[in-house]
């Protein structure tokens, strides 16, 4: 089809992705056509501005590294991340879900920690934390061997991959589930701590005029043959950030009670005070297991 004038090329482009075999990858990209040049007329986007949108695609890529994925930093920034999360959750977004945003840090291969075990593997400063949790499904029936992959920052708000003073997989491991769907384990207190803001998503965010922090936060990811993984996020409540999170990622569910306790630990001497507990329960929903690409290495 030749072009005469600018109403010509959604049609024209339209017609070729027609023709895509596949049906889900048609549905896709139809709609994406729709939508994309839908939103360059709506702006009536300039030759100037595409050249810039297309140059910040480029040197997003040119910033993922084995550690750092600029890309799932941008999605967590727009709410892309948490609304794909809750679209495909809890009823499609209409119920509570224990599933949250992956985030850029999680990793393969955490070492495997006996419960009531510690996740500290090098001198971290910080308040201990004593986590206590179960994995049950819909109907409140405990999930036993799970396994729990569980990772966070520091008290000084880097994960070890970020920090060359943390000991490789500081502050991570992998868990278990006993017949009770519970685990339980050992680590320090972590505080919120601001996205990295040296890259394309700093930039959005200074022009918008909004902070670059995460509210304190444990991640799981929970693996169970016969269940979706569940990928989770337990929030502090307490954190001054907990209803302005950058990435958007806190939902009612996902707000944790860590407990100060400023006496010294009743049944654990070497718990000094001030330390910290967690209860929490994850709740899984049956799917099939499928481990998600790590973003980082």
Known sequence: MRIERQ??????????????????????????ITHLHGFVRDVRLTESEFRDATAILNEIGALASDSHNEFVLMAGSLGVSSLVCLLNNGDHGNTETSQSLLGPFWRLNAPRVAN?????????????????????????????????????????????NQDPE????????????????????????????PIPTDGVVGRLLAAQGRHPMRPAH??????????????????????????SDVQFGVTKALVGDFVRHDRPHPDAAEVAAPWY?????????????????????
């Open 7 to 32: 109403q010509d090329v959604t049609p024209a482009v339209l017609e070729v992705m027609a023709r895509t075999r596949d049906p889900r990858l048609r549905e896709i990209m139809t709609s994406l």
């Open 116 to 160: 009531g075990g510690t996740i500290v593997r090098s001198d971290t400063p910080g308040d201990p934390l004593l986590v206590n949790a179960r994995v049950v499904d819909g109907g409140g029936r405990p999930i036993a061997g799970a396994e729990v992959d569980v990772w966070h920052a520091s008290p000084v708000g880097l994960y070890e």
């Open 166 to 193: 943390q000991a490789e997989m500081n502050l991570r491991g992998k868990f278990t589930t006993d017949g009770d769907g519970r685990f339980w384990f050992r680590s320090v207190m972590m505080i919120g701590y």
């Open 218 to 243: 444990l991640h799981a990811l929970i693996f169970k043959p016969g269940f979706k993984v569940l990928i989770s996020q337990v929030y502090d409540a307490n954190d001054p950030h907990i209803d």
């Open 277 to 297: 507990a967690l209860d929490y329960t994850y709740v899984m929903e049956p799917g099939e297991a499928v481990l998600p690409r790590p973003p980082i290495k």
